[in-house]
């Protein structure tokens, strides 16, 4: 047997398509929890628990640094990394994207909480910096409904609906008509805490780091970058404007330095 030409036979018949995300455009890869209703009802509290949110949140960090984004948007059980235009890790190859993506986010989750999860992945292309900003408004106007209506029915579970019940109260419900049967109830919506209402984005910032150069035996100050937390985002236009300005800072830093945006990510809290 020829051990090179059954090799090619073999390989001929995988199915891999060798599809490159557009040159020059921004790249928006998410990741969804797949059977996350199921995988949470026994473990966390709802509508919201703090320690859910916190693996996400670790999740999203350990994305933002693999995957060598410039910023990281979670809310529920989804995170969203952007990177940039010259972005050319995994040579911008769709299937490595997607596949590598997931799976690191599965890993991550798995390893966390000790029992097995997984995560879906698909990507998203923007051509301008509007695009950009008006995707994470997207996402953040997803983030308030989603949370308004997760309050109402297990509010209203907890009030001793039936999850029939609750779902058919909630059916066609305008947002102030939420709001109004949350406050029936003694729940004010806009006092919830705002990563619920709004998510939470990660990016990197540079900070001053004091050591000991030991053979100079002075104190030496370097520059260093670590991924912030914050779970205090505004909204609408100012959110916008918030957006805009990771961007430039982001493409300016990378122009600068011409290499990737790091990959040991520290918490600032």
């Keep these: 047997m020829n051990r090179d030409a059954f090799e090619q036979r073999m390989r001929a018949l995988e199915c891999f398509h060798d599809l490159r995300l557009l040159p020059g455009a921004w790249v928006v890869v998410?990741?969804?929890?797949?059977?996350?209703s199921r995988f949470t009802a026994p473990r966390f509290d709802k509508p919201f628990d703090p320690a859910f949110h916190k693996l996400m949140v670790q999740t999203a960090r350990m994305l933002l640094a693999a995957l060598q984004g410039c910023y990281a948007y979670t809310e529920s059980d989804e995170v969203s990394i952007l990177c940039l235009p010259e972005w050319e890790l995994f040579d911008r190859k769709l299937e490595k994207v997607v596949s590598l993506s997931a799976g690191i986010a599965s890993s991550a989750l798995t390893q966390a909480c000790g029992v097995p999860v997984q995560f879906d992945s698909r990507v998203w292309l923007g051509a301008q910096e509007s695009?950009?900003?008006?995707?994470?408004?997207?996402?953040?106007?997803?983030?308030?409904?989603?949370?308004?209506?997760g309050w109402c029915y297990w509010t209203l579970r907890r009030a001793g609906k039936s999850s029939k019940a609750a779902t058919a109260a909630l059916q066609g419900a305008a947002f102030a008509d939420m709001n109004e049967m949350l406050f029936q109830h003694g729940i004010n919506f806009n006092t919830l805490p705002t990563w619920q209402?709004?998510?939470?984005?990660?990016?990197w910032e540079t900070y001053a780091k004091t050591g000991h150069n030991p053979h100079t035996q002075q104190t030496a100050v370097t520059s260093r970058r670590r991924i912030k937390v914050d779970r205090h985002l505004p909204m609408q236009d100012v959110y916008s404007q918030f957006i805009r300005d990771i961007l430039?800072?982001?493409?300016?830093?990378?122009?600068?330095?011409a290499q990737p945006l790091g990959t040991i990510p520290e918490e600032r809290r």
């Design 30 to 36: 998410r990741v969804d929890g797949r059977g996350f």
């Design 131 to 149: 695009q950009v900003v008006d995707y994470f408004r997207w996402r953040q106007a997803d983030a308030t409904r989603c949370a308004l209506h």
């Design 197 to 203: 209402r709004r998510g939470t984005d990660l990016y």
């Design 248 to 257: 430039r800072r982001s493409r300016s830093r990378s122009r600068a330095t």
